[in-house]
């Protein structure tokens, strides 16, 4: 169903089964995925059981639907589980702008990922690096048979690659890289097997001792790349033209390219965009965020993930680039309920698909962070999002919350105990 902002009801409008219901006629999904998405047969306690070790339960965040995202001429809606007002609705609303240009337009390398072994007490570094470079067809050979079936579907080892480590606070020692293609998984089953495999005939051809062996999370081999571009009068609103905003969104990006005590909280918005997807589809966002903070710091200095910046016409161009080790198999992508749902509703099958909308999502929440900061100031957004927060943790129920949502941020004093008072004093009235 093509996107139309225009006449669509807003979605955020909507009671939670009507969006159910919406998102059912647009997509695939069946009763039995919106009871699943809904949380109504989500995860079980007795499903938690079998994954982790010492379950007691589950543990539930909101799980909401981005809207109006376009990736690669193609029209997704997107699940995002995260608990932060506003993160939604910013990528929502930076989406809709960009629909203007044709959306959002991703790519990813190669699935590759790396495995590392770490081979000390190496009596000549240079003569061990050789004898492991003679027998490189032979090691790749041998990593090859850890997976036969991902062999089949075109994965497999593809390199190996030699370090040496000069210094370090226990002397020089060597390190193997095993370059490991693995398709439509996240990896680090496949890989930690391979490293595992080769470590006894790496002891031999080296004469050193083998230590650790293990997937490396730096996945800078396995990047997702994402475009955008905003027509600059499109940015204009309330007193703000189009070119002030362009024009301090670019300045904004430019402190958080400077300066890494600012990149840092830039690039964690990126991560507000893009870890609620790893979350919703079951994939490992710690593993994504290790990754995108070691490659923002890989040339020395911590920098931002993402570049913004004026194209020939004048308009907001913007880029990202990150690492996004994802999987579409294997793991929780395949055991949690609201997972496969995610997924299914995304119409998703391919990693490579879904690191482009998460890639495209990280843009648009950067975009929607830079906007309001360089603007109108973080807190007015998401401080009336936060409001209705602080109204149920504050006792109000039903009609009570959006009421004293409105009261709080008319009073501009946002904290619980304000709340309280709001509706003690409410309450003592009504007695009277």
């Known amino acids: 169903m093509p996107l139309n902002p225009e006449s669509e009801r807003k979605f955020y409008k909507l009671n939670r089964a009507e969006r159910l219901q919406l998102l059912q006629t647009e997509t695939e999904l069946t009763d039995s995925d919106l009871a ?20 007691v339960g589950v543990f539930g965040l909101p799980l909401g639907i981005a809207r109006y995202f376009k990736i690669n001429g193609r029209e997704v809606p997107i699940p995002m589980a995260v608990e932060e007002p506003s993160v939604v609705a910013g990528a929502s609303f930076m989406a809709k702008l960009a629909l203007n240009t044709g959306g959002f337009f991703a790519q990813t390398s190669a699935p590759e990922m790396i495995g590392q072994i770490q081979v000390l007490d190496v009596a000549d570094l240079t003569e061990a690096r050789d004898n492991l470079l003679a027998e490189k067809e032979s090691l790749l050979a041998d990593a090859a048979r850890v997976d036969p079936v991902l062999l089949k ?16 606070p226990i002397g020089p020692f060597l390190v193997i890289h095993l370059i490991y293609d693995v398709r439509d998984a996240m ?61 301090r969104i670019i300045e904004s990006w430019a402190f958080a390219a400077s300066d890494p005590y600012r990149a840092a909280t830039h690039n964690k918005g990126i991560m507000n965009g893009v870890d609620p997807v790893v979350i919703a589809t079951g994939n490992d966002w710690r593993a994504i965020e ?54 299914k509703l995304m119409g998703v099958e391919k990693a490579s698909e879904l690191a482009e909308i ?3 999502v990280g843009l648009a929440q950067n975009l929607a962070a830079l906007r309001a900061l360089a603007t109108e100031g973080i807190q007015r957004g998401h401080m009336r999002l ?43 009235s009504k007695d009277e």
Not at 36 to 55: F, K, P, R, W, Y
Not at 324 to 341: E, F
Not at 397 to 416: F, H, K, M, Y
């Open 153 to 168: 579907l075109g994965g497999g080892p593809r390199d190996l690659e030699i370090r040496t480590i000069a210094e370090s």
């Open 36 to 55: 699943v998405l809904s949380g109504e047969q989500g995860l079980s306690g007795d499903d938690a059981d079998h994954m982790i070790e010492n379950a």
């Open 358 to 360: 998460m890639v495209s």
């Open 386 to 428: 936060h409001a209705r927060q602080v109204a149920v943790a504050a006792g109000a129920t039903g009609e009570q919350i959006e009421w004293l949502a409105e009261q709080l941020v008319r009073d501009q004093i946002i904290r619980i105990d304000h709340a309280e008072a709001i509706l003690k004093e409410r309450s003592a």
């Open 290 to 343: 290790a990754g995108a903070h070691a490659y923002a710091a890989r040339n020395g200095t911590y920098t931002s993930l993402s570049t913004w910046g004026r194209n020939a016409e004048g308009n907001l161009a913007g880029s990202l680039e990150m690492p996004m080790a994802v999987g579409t198999i294997g793991g929780a992508t395949r055991v949690h309920p609201q997972a496969k749902a995610s997924l």
């Open 187 to 247: 990896g680090a089953n496949a890989v930690n097997t391979a490293v595992e495999r080769l470590s006894s005939r790496v002891e031999r051809l080296t004469g050193g001792r083998v230590l650790l062996r293990i997937l490396s999370n730096l996945a800078d081999r396995r990047l997702a790349r994402a475009q955008v571009t905003i027509r600059t009068a499109d940015l204009a609103f309330d007193t703000f033209s189009g070119e002030e905003v362009r024009d």
